[in-house]
T-cell receptor, first 118, second 113 residues
Framework: GAVVSQHPSWVICKSGTSVKIECRSLDFQATTMFWYRQFPKQSLMLMAT?????????EQGVEKDKFLINHASLTLSTLTVTSAHPEDSSFYICSVPGDSTSGNEKLFFGSGTQLSVL | DQQVKQNSPSLSVQEGRISILNCDYT??????FLWYKKYPAEGPTFLISISSIKDKNEDGRFTVFLNKSAKHLSLHIVPSQPGDSAVYFC????????????FGQGTTLQVKP
């Protein structure tokens, strides 16, 4: 399966600041990456689909101007939470679809980023 | 609208016994189902999956059963081990949603030594 590296693992920031989260596919090129979010005791919810070379696709209810996604290369996608507020505190996880060998129905996840906004 | 539901928030099992985790779904267009295991502060790791054309898939101690008529799937872990203690998520995808998974709420499994 794919090896996905996500950084940072956790971040604490003041309200109003911006936070950037990086997601790297280490062992194969990913034209698509997915960003999920998990609030405490809830399910993982898809936020957006990151597409290399084009704009990200956001799920209903997710503000594209607040959650900026950049798919800079085939191995890197970044999520920037702009002007973060306490309600944005959550566990953010990126994922990469498997390839034809491992099965592209599967997702391989990064280790996640715990964001706490004070 | 919760399309994938795990109605049991938690399950406690004795080591060596069988763990059965259940999942129900509402969308008949789902054609691929997966189970993920998640430890705190970590991303989910893929465990096992099943296509809608099958009703059973086995991998070592893990077996997933699919009942399409009931829109129900289950994960069996036999024998359960303390290291299996984690949160288990079932997930589903449709034919036009490759890579976009809909997750259940998760079930926390505790395997007691």
């Amino acid at each position: 399966g794919a090896v996905v590296s996500q950084h940072p693992s956790w971040v604490i920031c003041k309200s109003g600041t911006s936070v950037k989260i990086e997601c790297r596919s280490l062992d194969f090129q990913a034209t698509t990456m997915f960003w999920y979010r998990q609030f405490p005791k809830q399910s993982l919810m898809l936020m957006a689909t990151s597409n290399e070379g084009s704009k990200a696709t956001y799920e209903q209810g997710v503000e594209k101007d607040k959650f900026l996604i950049n798919h800079a290369s085939l191995t890197l996608s970044t999520l920037t939470v702009t002007s973060a507020h306490p309600e944005d505190s959550s566990f953010y996880i990126c994922s990469v679809p498997g390839d034809s060998t491992s099965g592209n129905e599967k997702l391989f996840f990064g280790s996640g980023t715990q964001l706490s906004v004070l | 609208d919760q399309q994938v539901k795990q109605n049991s928030p938690s399950l406690s099992v004795q080591e060596g016994r069988i763990s059965i985790l259940n999942c129900d779904y509402t969308n008949s267009m789902f054609d691929y189902f997966l189970w993920y295991k998640k430890y705190p502060a970590e991303g989910p790791t893929f465990l096992i999956s099943i296509s809608s054309i099958k009703d059973k898939n086995e991998d070592g101690r893990f077996t997933v059963f699919l009942n399409k008529s009931a829109k129900h799937l289950s994960l069996h872990i036999v024998p359960s081990q303390p290291g299996d203690s984690a949160v288990y998520f079932c997930a589903a995808s449709g034919p036009s949603n490759t890579g976009k998974l809909i997750f259940g709420q998760g079930t926390t499994l505790q395997v007691k030594p």
